[in-house]
């Protein structure tokens, strides 16, 4: 079975590259979904597939830009796309994106980036676990209680109701989004998504997603579509300066690549066939089945860790591509309906 795995010329190791492409693929089809880049899942996915913790990340960088420039495009044809927000928080994200990539490579000279970046990932996971399924729960509770209807008027978590009073100037108005606030918030939210996304090895999406929704104030649609054209611009940013440490394995970008163009049309579309809670729910449930495959590589159980990771992102894949299919089904239904109805009006 040797033609099963594929050497990196760059990394120096061998890699089961059918691994490569269902990461790729089903990045494409989760990170078009949720809004994100999706390396929150490749970075941990491809050490454990047996590519050292700095590689990982860097490969992880590239592989992000090029996936999230396709799921941007397409946002972008359905209005998903707050471009003023994005470009604004640029700034931030470059920044915090430098710092944490040089916070890696000082730790991988102390020869401690592994343990350190993993523990870090768990920890950061479980935050956003938690959030997650604590909004879900509290936003279900009001809407039993009769408080409120609809996902909108049921909220759970409205941090961003405090922070959008705190009126530093100058203060900016988003049309796309909704919002007005002070445009220091979204720059200091942008700046610790960078600083997690050059550190960790993500495009920022895991933390910016939910900050979008829960510290800014998106709707979860826009929040979906802005978090991804910041994705692109800090996976770009993020390929750049991991390729000048000389930390990229381009072989492995492009078979990912591969399988995430593929990937990315079919989450993007089904985006618009989903609730939103139906969205956080699903993006709640792939956070804790990485955080456990982390634990579990952590401590050893390699196997079974790659095996959770890649069962979990593969079925959620499957899920996602059936709400696109019946909800284009029931859509292309209507259409027909509606057309068959003005014609028997004519």
């Known amino acids: 079975m040797e033609w099963l795995y594929l050497y990196m010329p760059i990394a120096g ?10 990461i790729g693929f089903s990045v494409g089809v989760i990170g078009g979904f949720f809004g994100m880049g999706g390396a929150w899942m490749v970075t941990p996915g491809l050490n454990i597939l047996g590519f050292p913790m700095a590689f990982a990340i860097g490969t992880d960088m590239a592989h992000i830009a090029g996936k999230s420039m396709i799921s941007t495009i397409r946002h972008s044809k359905f209005g ?15 920044i915090g994106i430098e710092v944490g990539a040089q916070l890696v490579m000082y730790l991988e000279r102390l020869g401690k980036v592994e343990s350190t970046v993993r523990w870090i990932y768990v920890g950061f996971l479980a935050l956003i676990g938690t959030m997650v399924f604590y909004d879900y729960y509290k936003a279900t509770r009001k809407k039993r209680m009769g408080v409120v209807e609809g996902e909108k008027g049921a909220e759970g978590i409205t941090w961003y109701k405090t922070l959008h009073r705190i009126k530093i100037p100058p203060v900016v108005h988003f049309k796309t989004a909704g919002f007005t606030c002070s445009v220091w918030l979204p720059i200091t939210v942008s700046f610790m998504t960078g600083l997690l996304a050059g550190f960790l090895g993500i495009g920022g999406g895991l933390l910016r997603m939910p900050a979008l929704v829960y510290l800014i104030g998106c709707p979860t649609h826009i929040a979906v579509g802005t978090d991804l054209f910041e994705v ?12 000048m440490k000389g930390r990229i394995e381009l072989v492995a970008v492009f078979v990912m690549l591969t399988g995430a ?13 989903a609730k939103g809670y139906g969205i956080r729910i699903a993006f709640g449930i792939c956070v804790v089945a990485c ?7 952590e401590f050893g159980f390699s196997s079974l860790s790659a095996a959770i990771i890649l069962v979990t992102i593969g079925l959620m894949s499957a899920y996602i591509t059936v709400i696109m299919i019946k909800g284009a089904a029931q859509e292309l239904r209507e259409k027909k309906a509606l057309a068959r109805s003005l014609a028997k009006a004519a």
Request: aromatic share 14%; hydrophobic share 55%.
């Open 232 to 243: 692109m611009i800090s996976g770009l940013y993020g390929a750049f300066t991991y390729s």
């Open 13 to 22: 190791v061998t890699i089961f590259w059918p691994g490569l492409v269902l």
């Open 261 to 273: 163009a593929v990937g990315a049309q079919i989450g993007t579309v089904a985006t618009k066939y």
């Open 80 to 94: 998903n796309v707050d471009y003023k927000l994005g470009l604004i928080m640029v700034l931030g994200t470059f």
């Open 291 to 297: 955080m456990v495959s982390i634990i579990l590589k």
